[in-house]
């Protein structure tokens, strides 16, 4: 009876593709979010680089009206790039500005955007920030 139960490998394929399936697809998964994390940090990094340009040139268009909703006119700007780069999740105590002391004679613009994300339920911050001299 054993010698027979040794020979037959009926169901073996099912048993190799359950154990291996949930390593696969937790494997798969991580590629995935961790893509759309990056796409994100891309999207954060994209959106500091436009708006510490424009706020270091003084642009007239980088001054978006606040609506009465007490945010400062350059986290507002932030906001609108954010939402147009497709992070729309970030909120305005996620987005720093300021006005950095003079680095070799030059003085900074510098947008900084935090952004909490998970990849397989691990959580972590997406930082970026960039700066510009200021005109």
């Given at each position: ?87 729309g ?7 720093r500005?300021e ?22 339920g691990?959580g ?12």
């Open positions: 009876m054993i010698r027979c139960l040794s020979r037959d490998i009926k169901g073996a394929t099912i048993v190799e593709f359950a154990l291996v399936a949930p390593v696969f697809c937790a494997i798969a998964l991580m590629i995935v979010q961790a893509g759309i994390a990056f796409q994100r940090w891309n999207a954060m990094q994209s959106t500091a680089h436009t708006v510490a340009r424009c706020l270091a040139i003084a642009s007239p268009r980088c001054t978006v009206p606040a609506s009465g909703s007490g945010v400062d006119h350059a986290i507002a700007y932030t906001l609108q790039v954010a939402a147009a780069n497709g992070i999740m970030v909120t305005a105590d996620r987005v500005t006005t950095t002391a003079p680095i070799g004679g030059l003085i900074y613009k510098q947008v900084s955007i935090t952004l909490p994300v998970s990849i397989l691990i972590f911050t997406l930082q970026a920030s960039d700066r510009f001299p200021q005109v």
